[in-house]
């Protein structure tokens, strides 16, 4: 299985709402991302967590809580967001072993803030 | 910031013909990544190509390394409409203050194939 899954694919959602966003993998990958794309923008990178232990926090908003329960699912929770939170939110995971090697990618949540 | 940057921004080409986006990068690297994303999805990983390699190859697609003007290119041959997406470079290195890698993406070539 060289899948990582995301849900929902789609999510609106107000800006006094709290969601989440979840991610999965069974590749036994320990390194566990999040990006956030905008239109016609590259991913830019938020989270990063390596061995369930969160490695990297790119001065993401506190409104943005990222969560890895075990080391197969990724979440990320999110309340009081802003409309300009509005993004495809990408999750990816690596195998944590010599070195950086490829990304495997989910399709994203599409997340529309109102 | 080891931020890559894509030229061209846009590519529109004939089908068969061969497609080269260029990608340079600021910062020393272990690797540089090419990806390819469809429309609003994904990103799928195409190729890797590490700081001590020069050019490789997979299938139809050819990456080149200079470390010395730290750029890459990416060669598709044969284009196909199928091809048509939006191909990122992405540098890896260690994270400032972290034992961890990140990839930095480049802002990105959208190639149109026309059948």
């Known amino acids: 299985d060289t899948e990582v899954t995301q849900t929902p694919k789609h999510l609106v959602m107000g800006m006094t709402n709290k969601k989440s966003l979840k991610c999965e993998q069974h590749?036994?990958?320990?390194?566990m991302y999040w990006y956030k794309q905008k239109a016609k923008k590259p991913p830019e990178l938020m989270f990063v967590y390596s061995y369930e232990k969160l490695s990297i926090n790119e001065s993401v908003p506190s409104r943005f809580s990222p969560e890895c329960p075990n080391s197969s699912l990724l979440n990320l929770h999110l309340h009081a967001l802003q409309p300009e939170d509005s993004a495809l939110y990408l999750c990816?995971?690596?195998?944590?072993?010599?070195?950086?090697?490829?990304?495997?990618f989910g399709p994203g949540t599409r997340l529309t803030v109102t | 910031s080891q931020q890559g940057e894509e030229d061209p921004q846009a590519l529109s080409i004939q089908e068969g013909e061969n497609a080269t986006m260029n990608c340079s990068y600021k910062t020393s690297i272990n690797n540089l990544q090419w990806y390819r994303q469809n429309s609003g999805r994904g990103l799928v990983h195409l190729i890797l190509?590490?700081?001590?390699?020069r050019e490789k190859h997979s299938g139809r697609l050819r990456v080149t390394l200079d470390t010395s003007k730290k750029s890459s290119s990416l060669l598709i041959t044969a284009s196909r409409a199928a091809d048509t997406a939006s191909y990122f470079c992405?540098?890896?290195?260690?994270?400032?203050?972290?034992?961890?890698?990140?990839?930095?993406f480049g802002k990105g070539t959208k190639l149109s194939v026309i059948p």
């Open positions: 590749m036994g990958h320990r390194a």
């Open positions: 190509i590490r700081s001590n390699e």
């Open positions: 992405a540098t890896a290195g260690k994270h400032s203050g972290a034992g961890s890698y990140q990839l930095t």
């Open positions: 990816a995971s690596r195998y944590e072993g010599q070195g950086p090697g490829e990304q495997y």
